[in-house]
T-cell receptor, first 113, second 113 residues
Framework: GESVGLHLPTLSVQEGDNSIINCAYS??????FIWYKQESGKGPQFIID?????DKRQGQRVTVLLNKTVKHLSLQIAATQPGDSAVYFC????????????FGPGTSLSVIP | DVKVTQSSRYLVKRTGEKVFLECVQD?????MFWYRQDPGLGLRLIYF???????EKGDIPEGYSVSREKKERFSLILESASTNQTSMYLC????????????FGEGSWLTVV
């Protein structure tokens, strides 16, 4: 399933399916991007990052895709598991400005067993 | 693993009280941050610090102050707590140069009554 992560939508996927979470970032000068996972009642946890000189990066069961032309970032989770249920949000940053990190509002992922 | 520890997970304080939120990181990070997170508003930067005894205002510093006397410790102070400061407070840290991952603590839930 897919979602556009601008107004904290909810994405429901069946366990074992792949999930795609999208993020439209705002600043064309941003050159560093991070995906975070936040479980209920906990702090955000780093998942994966990507710099602007790349368009794809893979981790364990996760892939981040960056399309600078349309300022779009996506997070793909393979074989989604119940433990993946959380809010996912993207963050954008410029390498010249460590305090000017912009966080997206997030997408709530719900995994159906 | 990066460890950002917030000493208080849940606090209930009365209006007008002085509140201290403490944060310690163990990765020798130069930068430390305080954010608050509210439903529908996402993460908002209150203050950040890029070195001992240095501090910079974020987007919503009113009603807050900070202290950084040691590199590993960053405190958020609510001089006179008000009900509109009821929120989840997140401490974070990152390496000194820009374009680095921000790592978060588990959060402190503050209720002001």
């Amino acid at each position: 399933g897919e979602s556009v992560g601008l107004h904290l939508p909810t994405l429901s996927v069946q366990e074992g399916d792949n999930s795609i979470i999208n993020c439209a970032y705002s600043n064309s000068a941003s050159d560093y991007f991070i995906w975070y996972k936040q479980e209920s009642g906990k702090g955000p946890q780093f998942i994966i990052d990507i710099r602007s000189n790349m368009d794809k990066r893979q981790g364990q069961r996760v892939t981040v895709l960056l399309n600078k032309t349309v300022k779009h970032l996506s997070l793909q989770i393979a074989a989604t598991q119940p433990g993946d249920s959380a809010v996912y949000f993207c963050a954008e940053n410029m390498e010249t400005s460590y305090d000017k990190v912009i966080f997206g509002p997030g997408t709530s992922l719900s995994v159906i067993p | 693993d990066v460890k950002v520890t917030q000493s208080s997970r849940y606090l209930v304080k009365r209006t007008g009280e002085k509140v201290f939120l403490e944060c310690v990181q163990d990765m020798d990070h130069e930068n430390m941050f305080w954010y608050r997170q509210d439903p529908g508003l996402g993460l908002r930067l209150i203050y950040f610090s890029y070195d001992v005894k240095m501090k910079e205002k974020g987007d919503i510093p009113e009603g807050y102050s900070v202290s950084r006397e040691k590199k590993e410790r960053f405190s958020l102070i609510l001089e006179s707590a008000s009900t509109n400061q009821t929120s989840m407070y997140l401490c974070a840290s990152s390496l000194g140069y820009a374009g680095n991952t921000i790592y978060f603590g588990e959060g402190s839930w503050l209720t002001v009554v």
